[in-house]
């Protein structure tokens, strides 16, 4: 694989990427603004040759790496910012929350060599809307820009493969987890939950409860520890869901 554009070596039935379909055909008034980022300028000024060509998409500037790319997003507010994933200085993945910040609307897709599980993931997490691989087709790429435009994502077919593993496989971990029993709670630790779930605060259970404070305190850390959550209103809901405890 090489940072030069080849014929597309994945294709989907209809040689489309994934998640790609026919133009939408959909009529602008104003060109689709690109910003282009990748650290090799031969790239970014093949990149700009062949998207020239295209009446309806302009490319606006370009950037050799995250940080100049963040300081261009903000000044020129693009439609599309078409990136590179590793690059000095700051990659891509890293620049995007960034950009979101300083140009909220603008749409991300990733263009890469890189088909590591770890940079799709870490990539749809920070906001990119594509994760494409540099071995596809040049007149992709402007079809590819178009289709995020009007609000598609587009992800290379090998590459959602692989999201779509992991997705049965949270699933699957997901079911097993729910075959595990609720842990067992004590009588009195149902009782401070219930009242947790009236909203009342540790003072109040505790004379509702002839107990001290402390001792509400105590049982309240050992819900959350046994029920593995982090506070109090995700144990109500907790319980709630697992039919632990039901409020009438």
């Known amino acids: 694989m090489t940072d030069s554009f080849g014929p597309m070596r994945d294709e989907d039935a209809d040689g489309d990427v994934a998640g790609m379909g026919p133009d939408t055909g959909t009529s602008r008034k104003e060109p689709i603004r690109v910003l282009v980022v990748d650290d090799h300028a031969l790239f970014r000024r093949g990149l700009e040759i062949v998207l020239a060509a295209e009446e309806d998409i302009q490319v606006v500037g370009e950037a050799g790496d995250g940080a100049e790319a963040v300081d261009k997003a903000a000044d020129l507010l693009p439609d599309i910012v078409l990136m590179d994933v590793r690059m000095p200085r700051r990659g891509g993945i890293e620049a995007c929350t960034s950009i979101k910040e300083v140009a909220p609307s603008a ?142």
Do not use: C, W
Not at 153 to 170: D, G, V
Not at 192 to 202: E, F, W
């Open 107 to 248: 749409k991300i897709i990733m263009l890469t060599i890189s088909d590591e599980e770890a940079d799709l993931y870490d990539a749809i997490k920070a906001g990119a809307t594509g994760y494409l691989l540099k071995e596809i087709s040049t007149d992709e790429v402007a079809t590819a820009i178009r289709a995020v435009a009007d609000g598609q994502s587009q992800i290379s077919p090998s590459m959602a493969s692989k999201l779509l593993t992991e997705f049965k496989s949270m699933i699957q971990r997901t079911d097993e987890r729910r075959l595990v029993p609720a842990p067992r709670l004590t009588d009195r630790e149902l009782e401070v939950l219930k009242l947790v779930a009236t909203g009342m605060n540790n003072r109040d259970i505790a004379k509702e409860l002839f107990i001290s404070e402390n001792t509400v305190k105590n049982h309240v850390r050992n819900i959350l520890e046994k029920l593995q959550l982090h506070s109090r209103m995700e144990a109500v809901v907790y319980a709630m869901r697992e039919k632990i405890l039901e409020i009438r």
